[in-house]
């Protein structure tokens, strides 16, 4: 699995060509901030009407997924409950950092954005914060493309490679097809010319020699006249068929490897502590997980 990490420190109604984002609700923040907030003034107040219904609380361990109808450049909110703002420790956080994780990689997600000082807060420094959740990351997708959730690029060239292979396969049944087809009228004209050279072995010397005369004027050449193929005998027999293993292999394309793409949100301070911490964790990581990141 990759992880490409992305900094972006714009307006989150940039966040195009992404799944979905995660936005933390805390119990006793009123009315909601950050991406939430943004999110909630998109979509009408219908966050906050789920907060005045008590549909949405905001407590810790809670989980809302919300779809949002196009109102935003991206398709999936996931709500997440962080019980009151500054109360949780280091450990809480972590625990809630590991919950995120694993939603998104349940619900498929391989193309999201996140704040994570909106929800660690002051718990955790921003590197700590950042490297932990890429690592729970890295663990909450499955090493295989396929399993679920599958990586949507690895079924596409799935199913490209079974399409190739089953032309393939319908081009070979096509030729065994016409060889059977072509086999048996050569079969029935060779039946069909020893009869005839039986008969004409029975009849008198002087019809045999009129039947010689006239084939050879059959097959003498005119002007205007139009040779039969090279492929095809002097009789106008039909052309022998390619043989199925004639049909090569076709060649498959390779899997794509999952990668998930992560968007860090965030002003560009803290941001730029994330930047230099990734940096030096990729130096010191020796290859433990493969993470490319850019801006």
Request: glycine share 8%; charged share 30%; hydrophobic share 40%.
């Amino acid at each position: 699995m990759k992880l490409q990490v992305t900094f972006e420190t714009g307006h989150p109604a940039r966040l195009e060509g992404i799944d979905g984002v995660v936005s933390p609700v805390y119990s006793d923040e009123r009315p909601l901030k950050g991406l939430a907030g943004h999110a909630d003034w998109r979509l009408n107040g219908f966050i906050s009407r789920l907060l005045i219904e008590d549909r949405l609380v905001g407590d810790r361990g809670e989980w809302l997924l919300v779809h949002t109808q196009g109102r935003l450049p991206y398709t999936h909110l996931f709500l997440v409950g962080m019980g009151p703002r500054n109360a949780g420790s280091p450990e809480e956080v972590k625990e809630a950092l590991r919950d995120v994780a694993s939603k998104v990689a349940l619900a498929g997600l391989h193309a999201f954005g996140i704040n994570l000082s909106e929800v660690v807060g002051e718990a955790l420094p921003p590197k700590e914060a950042m490297v932990f959740f890429l690592e729970r990351l890295s663990a909450a997708y499955p090493d295989d493309d396929l399993s679920d959730p599958p990586y949507r690029p690895a079924l596409e060239a799935q199913r490209r490679n079974e399409e190739r292979l089953a032309r393939a396969r319908a081009r070979r049944q096509q030729l065994v097809d016409a060889r059977a087809a072509w086999e048996a009228e050569e079969a029935a004209q060779a039946e069909l010319a020893a009869g005839s050279e039986k008969d004409s072995l029975s009849g008198a010397d002087g019809l045999e020699q009129q039947d010689e005369v006239q084939l050879a004027e059959e097959l003498r050449p005119r002007v205007g006249q139009v040779p039969p193929p090279a492929h095809s005998d002097a009789e106008g027999g039909a052309a022998e068929p390619p043989h199925p293993e004639s049909v090569e292999e076709p060649e498959l394309e390779d899997e794509p490897e999952r990668t998930v793409q992560l968007i860090l949100l965030g002003d560009s301070e803290q941001l730029g502590l994330m930047r230099q911490a990734l940096r030096d964790w990729r130096s010191e990581d020796e290859g433990q997980l493969e993470v490319e990141w850019s801006r």
